[in-house]
């Protein structure tokens, strides 16, 4: 049971007993049955199981958490499901990079090759 | 299996089930025999009759894009087991923020140096002009040489303000999801992981987010001349990632309204031309992944 009395969302959509061994309890609480019956429909709690069988347990959430991303991703757009967010934000990343270096090239008009340099310091 | 009295092959997905493979067989199309990885991974994830599913309620012409796709999202699942597509989502939207940081800070320096060049150009009319009225000479080379300083090496870093943010990995759809590349498993720190702290990231109207820094390409100014990339071909940054290394400690229940959860991003989705989509989609081909 993932709390004292309500069984988790995937045993309540699934209609079985939510024991305490149940592999979805955790990562599916009651009070979010959509996130279960989305990954459901997308990939199948058995697939979904078999996925967290290969992981630790410490990677299970984010796992689940991708996967519950993922499956309203797909359902949402059928086609391209979340593959296509992706593809838009290479191609974005692209774009500012070469504004990035031709703002870079015009710099070094001024300031010499030094502006080819990386400006901003990476956080840490 | 060979069929009856014909050359023609099982396709992958017969293959693996043992079954005939049918002429009618509407997964042939898209699983060759000779790749049968590419299937077992689809498989793996979604199983084939969530595949036929989704296949059902499509247009013949959608068919082949969304086959692609799935097989893509495989692939990238079988590759990253714990983050799949949602880690390079959030990748890329990281990288996306950093460039854009670094742009602003560069339009900055430019603006600069433009207005510092327009000032030395009018002291140095000025200069020419009383010169002129006075009779004088024009001002020899050496005096004005004192207006045509030589920049000194521009130190963006102290004339700039620096922005060291903090941030979250999760971000990247406003969702409650805040983890990050944590492996408590094999406790071993990618390098380029384990030193940054984070936090939310809430004045981001491109809903971009931060993710590692150093994950961005290691030559920032490489620009690479493909728009779109196969669907197969998983980019090269993500060759470093390891789903498995341990990174960041905080993280958040999901929320089911994860309406809310893709909102953002599909928002930024929505404001993008669906033919950027479609061409970006455009070179997708099935490539072998064995």
Not at chain 1, 89 to 101: I, P, S
Not at chain 2, 186 to 196: E, I, K, R
Request: glycine share 4%; charged share 20%.
């Amino acid at each position: 049971m993932s709390s004292s009395n309500s069984p988790c969302a995937a045993c309540k959509f699934l209609r079985r007993k939510c024991t305490q061994e149940c592999v979805f309890a955790p990562y599916f609480p009651p009070d979010q049955p959509q996130k279960f019956a989305n990954v459901h429909k997308a990939f199948g709690a058995s697939n979904v199981a078999k996925l967290l069988n290969e992981l630790n347990a410490a990677q299970h959430e984010d796992a689940v958490n991708s996967l519950a991303y993922e499956a309203e991703a797909r359902l949402r757009d059928p086609v391209y499901g979340c593959v296509g967010l992706i593809f838009i934000l290479q191609h974005r990343l692209k774009q500012v990079q070469t504004d990035l270096y031709n703002a870079k090239k015009e710099l070094a008009t001024y300031i010499g090759p030094q502006a080819m340099l990386p400006i901003l310091q990476p956080p840490g | 299996m060979t069929l009856k009295g014909g050359t023609s092959q099982a396709c992958a997905a017969c293959k693996y089930q043992r079954r005939k493979c049918s002429s009618e067989c509407p997964l042939s199309l898209y699983f060759p025999p000779e790749q049968p990885k590419m299937f077992q991974n689809a498989h793996k994830l979604f199983g084939v009759s969530n595949i036929l599913k989704i296949l059902k309620n499509l247009q013949p012409c959608q068919k082949a894009e969304a086959m692609r796709s799935i097989i893509y999202q495989a692939n990238i699942r079988d590759k990253f087991p714990v983050y799949g597509c949602w880690g390079i989502i959030c990748q890329l939207q990281y990288q996306i923020l950093q460039a854009e940081e670094e742009l602003h800070a560069v339009h900055a320096q430019l603006e600069m140096s433009r207005q510092h060049q327009h000032q030395i150009s009018s002291l140095s009319d000025d200069m020419v002009a009383s010169q002129l009225e006075l009779g004088m000479a024009p001002p020899s080379t050496n005096a004005l040489s004192l207006f045509n300083h030589t920049p000194q090496p521009y130190n963006a870093v102290d004339a700039l303000p620096v922005t060291q943010q903090q941030h979250s990995y999760w971000n990247c759809n406003r969702a409650a999801y805040n983890s990050g590349y944590m492996d408590t498993k094999d406790n071993v720190g990618n390098p380029f992981w384990v030193q940054h702290s984070y936090a939310n990231n809430d004045n981001n109207s491109n809903n971009s987010l931060a993710i590692q820094s150093e994950l961005v390409s290691s030559q920032p100014l490489a620009i690479q001349h493909e728009v779109v990339h196969d669907y197969d071909e998983i980019h090269p940054f993500f060759d470093t990632i390891d789903d498995r290394q341990s990174y960041i400690d905080s993280k958040e229940p999901y929320e089911s309204s994860s309406e809310e959860s893709l909102k953002d991003t599909t928002q930024s989705v929505e404001h993008v031309a669906e033919n950027e989509l479609k061409s970006a989609a455009a070179c997708f081909s099935l490539t072998s992944v064995n």
